[in-house]
């Protein structure tokens, strides 16, 4: 890490001090200015143009009012706005086929935050912890933080390959299984079942990372795998960085009562709780009908650009892709065996495409490099033909 020269004075050996370092992290990389490129296929972040921003602003100066004056000032210790919670009980879980009470959930930083508490509270050197191989980077860089016994079983287009001698013997599973991050695909309903008969066997707890729940546009959604769920040994995980904007850091989690208690203990200690102000605008905006009419434009735009990029691809005839059943926000691209995908995100920005190499999603032994992810969220249809030709073009002159 080399801290020391580049850290003040440099009559501090920080790489002594140091009991963790963080430098093995590797998060998808995109950079800081990604709206001045024409072309930005990048993921998770929103389009200016989709946004309501005059009615968050509204239900923001609602949220700074009088009658909301101690939510928005005061430290409410280890509690969570309660017009928000009751919203996601009563509103958003429903639509997920989740029956939860207000003191089964807990407000999150984001599903980023929910991921590192449950990994906390369930994960140390003792425990076999299963993931999807590729899967969500940070999750993988949470984890290690936690255990060495980490197993990634491949995926496919039915989501997770549920293989039982794995499965046996470890004590969790973290999986996508409406949208497999990065693939897209869903789990198909017979392995959702298969896996709870597993867990239920094994007395295994599977975490469920549910983090584009909103962006269903080609067919309705199956189900979490939560509502399936019995026994409580499944943790749900919410995010509204999709479907309101991802530096809201707003997420939820969703698990029986003890272990919400446990991980709001936890969370009081890292952070207290996520801001008042920011819980009761959100409040607003679902409750006044703000958030369903931003869910609906995003569709349906979405589904216009993925429609549009999907013919784009064809007519380049250069990749083959996933086909995700229900909509999502981007697709996983399979290059040709010899395409380095790093190099093609290098040549492609200096064409103002931005790509998402994919090798950051698997394992650092097993990456494979042609493999790429391009999202929609924040790209116009009308600019989706010439990114892809421009891209098209690039891979072309990478070609041995
Ligand atoms: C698979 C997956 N899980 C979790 C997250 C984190 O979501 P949040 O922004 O709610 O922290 C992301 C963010 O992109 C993601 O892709």
């Known amino acids: 890490?080399?801290?020391?020269?580049?850290?003040?004075?440099?009559?501090?050996?920080?790489?002594?001090?140091?009991?963790?370092?963080?430098?093995?992290?590797?998060?998808?990389?995109?950079?800081?200015?990604?709206?001045?490129?024409?072309?930005?296929?990048?993921?998770?972040?929103?389009?200016?143009?989709l946004f309501s921003h005059s009615e968050w602003r509204d239900c923001a100066r609602q949220a700074l009012g009088m009658r909301n004056f101690s939510t928005m000032v005061g430290d409410f210790g280890q509690h969570d706005d309660p017009m928000l919670v009751n919203y996601i009980c009563s509103r958003s879980l429903p639509r997920r086929g989740i029956k939860a009470r207000p003191e089964q959930i807990l407000v999150t930083l984001g599903a980023q935050n929910a991921l590192y508490l449950v990994a906390q509270l369930l994960v140390d050197q003792s425990k076999h912890v299963v993931i999807e191989s590729p899967s969500y980077p940070d999750l993988r860089d949470i984890l290690l933080q936690r255990t060495k016994a980490i197993t990634a079983l491949p995926v496919d287009a039915g989501g997770l390959i549920l293989d039982e001698e794995v499965l046996r013997r470890a004590d969790s599973v973290f999986i996508t299984p409406s949208h497999q991050c990065p693939t897209t695909h869903t789990m198909s309903a017979s392995r959702r079942r298969q896996l709870l008969d597993m867990a239920a066997r094994h007395d295994l707890l599977v975490i469920e990372d549910d983090y584009e729940f909103e962006m269903n546009f080609l067919e309705s959604p199956t189900p979490a795998l939560k509502a399936q769920d019995n026994d409580g040994r499944v943790i749900y995980v919410g995010s509204l960085s999709k479907s309101v904007f991802p530096g809201l850091r707003l997420g939820y989690m969703v698990a029986p009562e003890g272990l919400i208690q446990q991980a709001r203990a936890l969370r009081h200690l890292i952070l207290r709780h996520p801001p008042g102000h920011a819980q009761r605008t959100l409040a607003y905006f679902m409750a006044l009908g703000h958030y369903d009419a931003q869910i609906r434009r995003l569709r349906r735009h979405l589904a216009e650009r993925r429609r549009v990029l999907q013919s784009a691809i064809d007519a380049e005839g250069l990749f083959s892709h996933s086909a995700a059943h229900f909509g999502g926000t981007s697709f996983w691209v399979s290059g040709p065996d010899w395409l380095d995908s790093r190099i093609l995100a290098e040549r492609a920005m200096q064409d103002g495409v931005l790509i998402e190499a994919g090798d950051v999603f698997f394992g650092r032994d097993t990456s494979p490099l042609n493999y790429f992810r391009l999202s929609y969220s924040a790209i116009s249809s009308e600019r989706i033909p010439e990114g892809i030709a421009r891209l098209g073009a690039c891979m072309r002159k990478l070609k041995p």
Do not use: H, M
């Open 1 to 49: 890490t080399n801290l020391g020269t580049n850290a003040g004075t440099g009559k501090i050996d920080w790489d002594a001090k140091l009991v963790q370092s963080c430098s093995y992290i590797r998060p998808v990389q995109k950079p800081v200015n990604w709206r001045e490129y024409a072309y930005p296929f990048v993921y998770g972040q929103v389009d200016d143009e």
